[in-house]
Structure formats: structure tokens, C-alpha cells
């Protein structure tokens, strides 16, 4: 299974997350948006690329609450809430949001 | 499932024990795994590194030569999941002289104490480790 994207061949699982997470870039993450039924926002993007460099920092894709608890801290409380996280992407922020960002599904994810 | 796991307000006292090498066997990134999904359900959680398991902890790890994920920059994110009791062995570190100087420089904040940066590993002998053991509602050995 992949994604086509500027000729190239995205390979990607079963759910949709990408296999190579090297292979991601912006307009990678704009198909699997419109997959998901989303429309990216800058805010969505903030989201996203804080996935991207905790994923860098950590080798992992964070679970919901610690998303949570990390964006409170570098964003302050009204971003870092579930509340706000699940008006951006409604079915689920950790795994739509880390879907975008071409991480791979969290770990004990919901 | 016992009664007052239904209300919430049973929390025991797990304890994932790690024998193995971090790399050649799955047994430490499993146990990784297992730990980070146990941690969403706000138990009491503690990790233990004896035997070759204390390498996991080492900092420095390079895999490009095995075409293996590092995973160890994973252990820093413990403290974000409420994983803040890391026991290492002090004889399996001498065994393999390895001293605490070799391990990484893994931190949690305290959110009791104004989210001030504390240390996770528990350097410990064999003997008090045999206490800490002893406290435990359930040991996973990996």
C-alpha cells in the first residue's frame, strides 16, 4: 500500500501510517490530511511539527496525555488541553495528529 | 477483576524487571512498550535494570552498524509518563565495569515540588533491591 505523491511512492501500513517516516515532508503531510478529513490549519501545524521534534528528541510518538501535559508547557493552558486538541482533529489528536505527522501510531494509543 | 479496580482506587505496585541486552533480543523494547501502555492506567510503576539489562540504560548507543532503531532516547520520556523509579543494580554495573558515569542522565520533574528536576535512576545493591522486590504487587520479568 502507498500514497502518490509528487511521482514519488510513499509506502505506508495497513492504517494508513507511513512506513518510512523519512520520506515525510509538508506535502506528504497535506495528503494524509485530506484523507483524515482535515484541512490544516497554522494550528494544526503547530501540533504536527511538536509531534515532529518530540518524536525526534524521544524515538516515540507521545500518548494523548503526555501531548497534553507537554503542550501546556511550552504553549500555555489554553493549547494544551484535550478540548482544544480534539477541535483540531476530532477523531482521536493522537492518532490523527501523529498519522500527519508521519509518526508512527502511538503506543497504547485510544 | 476485583471491586475496587472498578471504582479506580485499587494502584499496585508494578515492577518490570530488565535482564536483557537493549539490542539482538526484543525483550527490552517490548518491556519499553509494555511500560509506556501500563503507564496510561496510573499505577504505581517501577523499573529494574539487573544483569545485562543495565546496558540499556548506557548512554552513547549507536546501532547505525546493526540497521536497528535506538531506542533509548525513549527512556527520557519516562518521566513524562509519570515513570519516575528506575533501580539499577549496583553489582551488575561493577560486573560489567560499567560505573554510573556510563549511564544516561535520566530526570523527572516533581510536580509536588514546584516541578523541579530530579534524577530517576536508583543506583541500589542487590540486597536492597531484594527489599524493593519484596514491596511488589506484581513483577513482569522481560
Known amino acids: 500500500m502507498a500514497y ?19 520520506q515525510w515532508d509538508n506535502d506528504v503531510a497535506a495528503i ?5 478529513g482535515i484541512e490544516m490549519t497554522d494550528e ?4 504536527v511539527n511538536f509531534l515532529r521534534e518530540y518524536y525526534d528528541e524521544y524515538q516515540i510518538a507521545p500518548a494523548i496525555r503526555v501531548l497534553v501535559k507537554a503542550l501546556k508547557k511550552t504553549m500555555g493552558k489554553e493549547k494544551g488541553s484535550n478540548k482544544y486538541l480534539y477541535t483540531l482533529f476530532p477523531y ?15 503506543t497504547g494509543c485510544i | 477483576m476485583s471491586e475496587d479496580m472498578e471504582d479506580g ?23 519499553l512498550e509494555v511500560v509506556l501502555i501500563g503507564a496510561a492506567f496510573d499505577q504505581d510503576v517501577s523499573l529494574a535494570f539487573v544483569d545485562d539489562g543495565v546496558f540499556q540504560l548506557t548512554k552513547g548507543q549507536d546501532t547505525a552498524g546493526i540497521g536497528i532503531k535506538n531506542f533509548s532516547p525513549a527512556f527520557k520520556a519516562l518521566g513524562d509518563y509519570d515513570v519516575t523509579k528506575l ?4 553489582e551488575s554495573l561493577e560486573e560489567r565495569g560499567l560505573t554510573a558515569d556510563d549511564l544516561m ?9 514546584d516541578w523541579a528536576e530530579k534524577p530517576s535512576i536508583r543506583l541500589v545493591s542487590r ?16
Open chain 1, 44 to 47: 494544526h501545524w503547530e501540533v
Open chain 2, 87 to 90: 533501580y539499577v543494580e549496583k
Open chain 2, 127 to 142: 540486597d536492597e533491591l531484594k527489599t524493593v522486590l519484596a514491596e511488589q504487587d506484581v513483577i513482569m520479568s522481560f
Open chain 2, 9 to 31: 482506587g485499587d494502584i499496585k505496585k508494578f515492577m518490570y524487571m530488565n535482564r536483557k541486552a537493549p539490542y539482538g533480543t526484543i525483550y527490552a523494547l517490548e518491556a
Open chain 1, 32 to 36: 494524509l490530511a485530506k484523507d483524515e
Open chain 2, 105 to 113: 542522565d535520566l530526570v523527572y520533574e516533581d510536580e509536588d515540588d
Open chain 1, 4 to 22: 502518490e505523491v509528487n511521482g514519488k511512492t510513499i509506502e505506508h501500513d495497513e492504517e494508513g501510517y507511513l512506513s518510512d517516516l523519512t
Open chain 1, 92 to 106: 482521536g489528536p493522537a492518532k490523527q495528529a501523529c498519522k500527519i505527522a508521519g509518526l508512527p501510531k502511538p
